[in-house]
């Protein structure tokens, strides 16, 4: 077994003194083994990047024909997370209404809808429906508990929706390994979430922020909220396409 490389790891390290707060870091180059760790198994708030594994225990629900990407979801008002919450979809069908899978997984992952998230969380059989699918993946140190509704009304409760920087990876490599399906016995393989997480806006001074201009990543960002000049998370993770096209 590999193991991590320790110049990097202590780079890592010495970074992270200057964000005065708690830092973990796994970086791993998926067609070498290669990696480099900082706290790699320290529990953090994973806020927004629940909406990754939340999206891939729907999309193998469309791989095994459970469901299609045209399949239309009926959203009443009641599951809309509050205001203050990023939200385009509560703020255009304020009354509720109907979108399909496609559109709930393109609001989720893209531009990091509230709502979208919450929804297909119930759409995957909730909060155990989605545990369920991430224990079955074989990916540990990742725990979901809560909807972006439930952590809005008490701050506590966003630590238990919890994630490693270790779990992280071992997800994206499921998600690059698996490549979910469009549809069942699809032969294209397409990539329908990673191109979502390749087109987002969010987080472009995170994993973006350093990169050569143009530089291909497929992301998720993660943003908590302050109390007492305090954030309780800032969270980025992704797929980097290296210069040699291997992918970090």
């Known amino acids: 077994k590999k193991k991590p490389d320790q110049t990097l790891s202590k780079r890592f390290g010495s970074i992270a003194e200057e964000a005065k707060g708690k830092v973990g870091v796994y970086a791993l180059v998926l067609e070498t083994g290669e990696f480099a760790v900082l706290n790699p198994t320290e529990r953090f708030a994973m806020q927004s990047v629940v909406k990754v594994p939340i999206s891939m225990a729907v999309m193998k629900m469309v791989a095994d024909g459970k469901l299609t990407l045209d399949t239309r979801i009926k959203i009443e008002k009641e599951e809309f997370v509050p205001a203050g919450m990023h939200s385009p979809i509560r703020d255009k069908i304020p009354n509720g209404g109907e979108l399909t899978i496609g559109e709930l997984i393109e609001s989720a992952v893209s531009v990091s809808d509230g709502t979208a998230s919450d929804v297909l969380q119930r759409v995957a059989g909730g909060a155990k429906g989605v545990q369920a699918f991430i224990d079955q993946l074989g990916v540990s140190g990742m725990k979901i508990r809560h909807t972006h509704k439930e952590f ?4 506590d409760l966003q630590y238990e929706n919890s994630i490693t920087a270790e779990s992280a990876v071992r997800l994206l490599q499921k998600l690059w390994d698996e490549k979910p399906a469009a549809s069942p016995g699809d032969d294209q393989k397409e990539l329908i979430l990673l191109n979502h997480m390749y087109r987002t806006p969010t987080g472009p001074n995170r994993l973006k922020g350093l990169l050569p201009p143009g530089t291909p990543v497929a992301h998720k960002t993660g ?13 980025d993770v992704g797929i980097i396409t290296l210069p040699n096209g291997d992918h970090l």
């Open 152 to 155: 809005a009304a008490d701050w």
């Open 223 to 235: 943003t908590g909220r302050k109390r007492n000049g305090i954030t309780s998370a800032t969270n």
